[in-house]
């Protein structure tokens, strides 16, 4: 036992020298590898603050939301003053503005005018638009009172070729004037183009080119809201040679390209004065509102008249960037009435895009525009959208305040 315990280990070392002189190495020994390390996350960038909300519009959708549905239908209606029931009127309706004519105006004196339309606000529980058409010329509702002015103001094409100096004075004074009877919203100027003398329209518009008409409306437009009165362009897109739509329907044939190298222009002028130094210095936005016509444009709809057309509206909104408030003409005027579904010509009127209706049949219209959302033809989202663009005018114009409460009705 002892032998093959010598013998075996020689016979090995003999195996291994057959199989050349060098050793296989040992395999070499493995590093110690440290234990692995938690990864530590990269730090986090601070988050972008978030930024600030407008003030304004929070305290406008923290009062649209306080409103009923019915409060909010209200607001969409700037109406003619009634014969009878004018305050009563206001309360049970919740509407959003009076137009006075001229029987409105007729032999009172300031004093009386003054107190009438304090009468109508103190009835409000929102501030209302109090508007005029007070053009020059041939309409003048208030001026054609020899107890509000010893004579009626100008028209635009007088005032325009006695010049600048003669529009900006006659501006100013009727501003002043109007804003000290109570009124906030003068539905003028006139900016439709119009140079033939047997047009319709002429007599109220300045007679001249769609150069000299964007001139006179924007500086119109900029004179009035430097008084903190609203401004209402008219009578989009453009009235041209058509007749009188109080008494029938008027059908526009002009081509597109008309619209867009002259109609447009003035309108495209007035909505671009927004910002006004007022007297105080205060810089201040006061957008003017647009009127839209019962003309029915063939280039635009040929089935509808432009106050109850979504494509005229879309037009105004989009290929001209009007963000402020749209109005109707009078929906009480011939040139609508075959056109109304059942009669319901301010749903109509609001489906197509209008924020603020303009009629005398308010009575009837608001309880059916109020049913229309609850059965679900008219989205009460689109009673919101136009009810907010005039809560918004009415902030701009001074009638509502903004507080650290929210917004308030102003004392104005």
Not at 40 to 59: I, K, L, Q, R, T
Not at 217 to 226: G, H, L
Request: hydrophobic content about 40%; charged content about 25%.
């Amino acid at each position: 036992m002892k032998l093959r315990r010598i013998i075996f280990p020689l016979l090995l070392l003999l195996l291994l020298a057959a199989c050349g002189s060098e050793m296989v190495p040992p395999p070499p020994e493995e590093p110690d590898i440290p234990p692995a390390e938690t990864p530590v996350a990269p730090p986090e960038e601070p988050e972008e603050p978030e930024p600030p909300e407008d003030p304004e519009e929070a305290a406008l959708l923290a009062l649209l939301e306080s409103l009923t549905l019915e409060e909010k239908a209200g607001q969409l209606f700037f109406v003619r003053v009634p014969a009878e029931n004018a305050v009563e009127d206001i309360i049970t309706y919740h509407l959003g503005g009076y137009l006075l004519f001229g029987r409105d105006t007729q032999n009172k004196t300031a004093n009386e005018l003054i107190q009438t339309i304090a009468s109508y606000q103190a009835a409000a529980e929102l501030p209302l638009l109090i508007g005029v058409d007070e053009e020059g010329g041939t309409v003048v509702r208030v001026s054609s009172n020899p107890h509000l002015r010893s004579k009626k103001f100008s028209s635009p094409g007088k005032l325009w070729k006695e010049g600048l100096d003669a529009l900006l004075r006659e501006t100013r004074e009727k501003s002043i004037l109007l804003k000290s009877l109570g009124f906030n919203v003068n539905l003028a100027p006139v900016a439709d183009v119009s140079t033939n003398s047997g047009d319709f329209i002429y007599d109220r518009t300045t007679g001249m080119d769609a150069e000299e008409t964007a001139d006179y409306t924007a500086r119109v437009t900029e004179a009035q809201s430097f008084y903190g009165l609203g401004s209402v362009l008219k009578h989009f897109p453009g009235y041209g040679n058509n007749k009188d739509t109080h008494i029938g329907v008027a059908v526009d044939e002009r081509s597109m390209e008309t619209f867009l190298e002259q109609d447009f222009l003035p309108f495209q002028a007035g909505i671009a004065v927004e910002e006004t130094v007022w007297p105080s210095g205060e810089l201040r936005r006061l957008r003017p509102a647009v009127l839209v016509s019962h003309n029915i444009v063939n280039c635009m709809d040929p089935e509808l008249p432009a106050s109850l057309s979504p494509e005229v509206h879309r037009i105004l909104r989009e290929d001209l960037g009007f963000d402020g408030v749209v109005m109707t003409d009078d929906l009480a005027m011939d040139a609508v009435k075959a056109y109304a579904v059942d009669g319901n010509v301010a749903v109509m009127s609001i489906q197509a895009g209008n924020d603020l209706v303009v009629t005398t049949d308010y009575r009837t219209q608001i309880p059916r525009v109020i049913q229309a959302v609850k059965d679900g033809t008219l989205e009460e989202e689109a009673i919101d959208g136009a009810c907010l663009r005039v809560l918004r005018w009415k902030l701009e114009l001074g009638l509502l305040e903004l507080t650290e409460e929210g917004i308030l009705g102003s004392a104005l």
